[in-house]
Every structure is written in structure tokens, then in C-alpha cells.
């Protein structure tokens, strides 16, 4: 398929914004959150673009691992590993590329879901998987379009539904014309594929999970309409989906009552 390539005047400008775009923003790490991670088993681990930092906690039972979404961090999901461990769970948790404590600057879905694999090889396989926003997304496409061992239960938070959904949103966010993302976007599709980024969608790869799921989502998400998950469940006929009201986009991922649901949830 042919693309039209950016304008000259401003194919500087698109090269900026295309790097702006696969570079996510830097998590701030809360105290809390540190002495959590402290107190785990952490290393670090090869990929083709350096290192990830990973962390463990406990050293029997069944393995859950956390993957935390686009700008975010391995301690944002440190809320659920006291009680994980308290019902018996080990909890596996790690910084995707260009995130937090691992290497890098620029990132992209396809570059992140095979270091699943590499977390996997080293820890062996999941019980579970707990996932937040862009997150999820990955943890599908690992699942249906790489063949990564199933868990036994998935929990999803604030999902993400289209990849390419993510380009309106940045247009938002950083108050571009519409001549620059139609630049950005051939671009990408230069370089990625047009037809591959097109099949990566939520509502059509999880109705492909043969596997019980639980997806949380929060009507004042501002981050992630709710709207993509609604979409989901709809055509996800393995998952339960509970609405919550006045969590925010990450606000779950804190909340104790949101915790005992999740074991709940996992134990069933």
C-alpha cells in the first residue's frame, strides 16, 4: 500500500513528533512504592535493547506477574503484592523497555510483548496475569498473535482497546494540526505496516482468550475512556466487567476493596 510521505516543510516536524510518540513520559516513583521493591528480589535481565529491571516477591506457590501500561512503572503496581503474597501468590513484576529502571527511550507494542517471553523464561509460567491499560493490550496480542502460555486468569484495568486509538489521543495531548499526524501516522505505517497495526484490537484479539477474565474500568478514566472497555466486554463473553466510579485511571490499582475482588477473583 502506498503512503503519502509528509510534506518537506514539514518532515523535521514529523520526525520529532515520531520520536516524541514512542518515547513514554517517566513514571514518578512514590516512596512507598520503592520500599516495596526494596524489599523484593531484583535483577536484571537482557533484551535486544539493553536491560529490564524486574522484581520478585515470595518464593512458593502459584506465579502472578503485574504489567504495568504506557508511561507507567513496575511500582505502580506494588499495591497488589502484599496481598498477593498473603494468599499464597508469588508476584513477578518488571519495567518494559524505555519504562522506569530499564533501558531505553523509545518503545513500541511490538518491541515489548516478546519481552514477556524473556520474563517468562526466567520466572516459568504464569497463574495469572494483572494488567493496566496499554498493558492489556500487550498482554493480548502476547496471547493470541505469539502463542504466550496462557494463564489461568486474567484482570484487566482501564483497557485499552485500538493501538492506533492512541494517535487522536496524542494529537490531544500535545495540540497538533491534523497535517502532522497524517504524517506521523504514514510514517508508522511505513515502518510497522499498515495491515499488522490494524489487527491489533482489543475487542478482536480477547474474544480469542479461552480463559476467565475480570476487567475493571473507571467512568471518569480520562486517561482511557471506559468506552474501550465496554467495547471489549461486549464480545468477550469470558470476562466479568465491573464499572467503578470516581477511581480515575490508576486509582484501582490502590484500592484495598479493588484487592480483595482481584484474590476473590483468582482464587475462584
Same mark, same amino acid.
Given at each position: 500500500?502506498?503512503?503519502?510521505e509528509?510534506?518537506t ?7 520529532k ?5 514512542f #518515547? /513514554? ?10 520500599? *516495596?521493591i ?21 518464593? &512458593? ?5 503485574l504489567? $504495568?501500561g ?23 513484576a ?18 515489548i &510483548?516478546?519481552?514477556?517471553?524473556? +520474563? ?9 496475569? *494483572?494488567?493496566h #491499560? ?16 496462557? /494463564? #489461568? ?14 494517535l ?5 495531548? &500535545?495540540n497538533?494540526?491534523d ?13 510497522f ?6 489487527? *491489533? ?7 480469542? *482468550? ?7 474500568h ?12 465496554r467495547? +471489549?466486554?461486549?464480545?468477550w ?8 466510579? %470516581?477511581?480515575?485511571?490508576r %486509582?484501582?490499582?490502590? #484500592?484495598?476493596?479493588? $484487592? ?9
Amino acid at each position: 500500500m502506498t503512503t503519502l510521505e509528509p510534506t518537506t516543510k514539514y518532515q523535521a516536524i514529523v520526525k520529532k513528533v515520531y520520536q516524541a510518540f514512542f #518515547s /513514554p513520559s517517566q513514571y514518578e516513583v512514590k516512596s512507598v512504592d520503592r520500599e *516495596i521493591i526494596e524489599r523484593g528480589n531484583n535483577y536484571r535481565i537482557p533484551f535486544d535493547g539493553g536491560e529490564l529491571a524486574v522484581t520478585t516477591w515470595g518464593d &512458593a506457590g502459584p506465579s502472578v506477574l503485574l504489567m $504495568h501500561g504506557w508511561g507507567g512503572a513496575r511500582a505502580q503496581m506494588t499495591g497488589f503484592v502484599e496481598p498477593l503474597l498473603a494468599a499464597g501468590y508469588r508476584v513477578v513484576a518488571y519495567d518494559q523497555p524505555a519504562h522506569g529502571e530499564s533501558d531505553g527511550t523509545m518503545t513500541n507494542l511490538l518491541e515489548i &510483548a516478546p519481552t514477556m517471553d524473556l +520474563i517468562m523464561k526466567r520466572e516459568g509460567e504464569f497463574d495469572a496475569v *494483572i494488567a493496566h #491499560s496499554f498493558g492489556t493490550l500487550i498482554t493480548s496480542y502476547a496471547l493470541v498473535k505469539r502463542n504466550f502460555p496462557p /494463564p #489461568s486468569r486474567l484482570v484487566y484495568f482501564g483497557a485499552f482497546n485500538r493501538l492506533l486509538d492512541s494517535l487522536p489521543r496524542f494529537q490531544v495531548l &500535545a495540540n497538533l494540526p491534523d497535517e502532522i499526524i497524517d504524517g506521523l501516522r504514514n510514517m508508522i505505517y511505513e515502518n510497522f505496516g499498515k495491515d499488522v497495526l490494524d489487527e *491489533i484490537v482489543n475487542e478482536t484479539l480477547a474474544p480469542q *482468550i479461552h480463559i476467565p477474565a475480570l476487567m475493571f474500568h473507571d467512568k471518569a478514566d480520562n486517561v482511557t475512556p471506559v468506552e474501550d472497555s465496554r467495547a +471489549i466486554a461486549r464480545v468477550w463473553k469470558n470476562a466479568q466487567f465491573v464499572e467503578t466510579d %470516581g477511581l480515575g485511571h490508576r %486509582g484501582a490499582l490502590q #484500592s484495598k476493596e479493588i $484487592h480483595e475482588q482481584v484474590v476473590k477473583f483468582l482464587k475462584s
